[in-house]
């Protein structure tokens, strides 16, 4: 279990780090729909958790516990970062996808469920919450409305049907 943990925590490094090469390099954009800041602040917080994690492989912390408590941030940062860059319009809804095939090294068909469950919660709730107006969007992002909200009701179902599915696998 602690070279996977070790691999997890390699591969979250070169994710956040490709991510925010890629958005650096091919964003035109720099006005307040801008991803750039927000990956770069995602791939902070990953700098700072991937520091405590490498410090918890080397205390008494189970191996188990630390694989929960990694991909339950793993997954609650990838909600930031979808809601950040445009909730149910967002770019990189896919790692959700990256997060469950993770969990799925470390755990057994089970409990990846019950992870990527909770990933499909997460979502699902962000994108309702947006889409009904319950939740704000981000400055830079309009408000759902008629004119857009069939586009936006069809990408959601198709994502999470991905998350729902890859999950049940």
Excluded: C
């Excluded at 490094?13 to 964003?27: H, S």
């Excluded at 609650?76 to 090294?105: C, H, K, N, Q």
């Excluded at 979502?123 to 830079?140: E, I, Q």
């Excluded at 009701?153 to 049907?161: D, I, K, R, S």
């Amino acid at each position: 279990m602690r070279r996977k943990l070790q691999w997890l925590l390699i591969s979250r490094l070169a994710i956040a780090g490709v991510l925010l090469a890629a958005v650096g390099v091919f964003e035109r954009e720099n006005g307040p729909r801008s991803f750039l800041p927000v990956v770069a602040v995602v791939t902070g917080i990953v700098l700072i958790v991937s520091a405590t994690y490498f410090l918890w492989l080397r205390n008494s912390l189970r191996f188990r516990t630390q694989s929960y408590v990694q991909i339950s941030v793993d997954i609650v940062m990838v909600t930031w970062l979808v809601y950040r860059t445009g909730d149910v319009e967002s770019p990189f809804l896919a790692l959700y996808l990256v997060v469950i095939f993770a969990s799925s090294a470390l755990f057994d068909r089970r409990e990846v469920f019950w992870l990527g469950g909770s990933g499909a919660l997460l979502y699902g709730l962000t994108g309702s919450l947006t889409m009904t107006g319950a939740l704000a969007r981000v400055p830079g992002w309009h408000s759902y409305d008629a004119s857009n909200v069939n586009w936006a009701q069809f990408m959601f179902v198709l994502n999470l049907t991905a998350i729902l599915a890859v999950m049940s696998l």
